[in-house]
């Protein structure tokens, strides 16, 4: 079946690690995006990709870091510089960056700061 | 930049009433506005859409209103059943470039009571 793959679904990890979250689609979609999801908060973007070795920071980039080396891939690296990284992490894709095209979301994970 | 407020932030209606949730947004080149539902643990889907040319939408029981001189639009769903039981988020997208990304509203957690 089409669709978005995360992993790991859920992750812990402790202060000062940096950490990378996983995200696949088989799609052929050409726009990846990474949005923070808080509690009373909705979703926040990160980062976006609207086409291969290209990306543009969102809303609150900061402490954070991608690439997308291929298409179908777009992993995500939480770095210790992030200050409350605790959240839910949602990766979605869509046919037509920066057009009325509809977001596909992944499952999601859920990191933890010990 | 655009800003989308949603309102409220809790719902709670018995089985077979209706529900009504309300997003406004401030940009008025603002074109497109989907609405997602997210289910406990997943991530969000889109439900229905609409975009500025248009006033209402409908598809069975869940149907979209724009009023665009206000810049309020509306979801309405109709004969709610547990199912409908989720998170919906507004959101909102200008057109094209880094105006195109979709900025979403806080979310409204939907409750059906049997």
């Known amino acids: 079946d089409g669709g978005i793959t995360q992993s790991p679904k859920y992750l812990f990890r402790k202060e000062g690690q940096n950490v990378t979250l996983s995200c696949e689609q088989n799609?052929?979609?050409?726009?990846m995006y990474w949005y923070r999801q808080d509690p009373g908060q909705g979703l926040r973007l990160i980062y976006y990709?609207?086409?291969?070795?290209?990306?543009q920071k969102g809303d609150i980039a900061e402490g954070y870091s991608v690439s997308r080396e291929k298409k179908e891939s777009f992993p995500l690296t939480v770095t210790s510089a992030q200050k409350n990284p605790t959240a839910f992490y949602l990766c979605?894709?869509?046919?037509?960056?920066?057009?009325?095209?509809?977001?596909?979301f992944g499952e999601g994970s859920r990191l933890t700061v010990l | 930049g655009e800003n989308v407020e949603q309102h409220p932030s809790t719902l709670s209606v018995q089985e077979g009433d209706s529900a009504v949730i309300k997003c406004t947004y401030s940009d008025s080149a603002s074109n497109y506005f989907p609405w997602y539902k997210q289910e406990l643990g997943k991530g969000p889907q889109l439900i229905i859409d609409i975009r500025s040319n248009v006033g209402e939408k409908k598809d069975q029981r869940i149907a979209v209103t724009l009023n665009k001189t206000a810049k309020h639009f509306s979801l309405h769903i109709t004969e709610t059943q547990p199912e409908d039981s989720a998170v919906y988020f507004c959101?909102?997208?200008?057109?094209?470039?880094?105006?195109?990304?979709?900025?979403f509203g806080k979310g409204t957690k939907l409750s059906v009571k049997p």
């Open positions: 990709s609207q086409i291969v070795n290209d990306f």
């Open positions: 979605a894709s869509s046919i037509l960056p920066g057009n009325t095209g509809e977001l596909f």
């Open positions: 799609l052929n979609h050409d726009a």
């Open positions: 959101a909102a997208r200008g057109y094209g470039g880094s105006q195109g990304n979709l900025i």
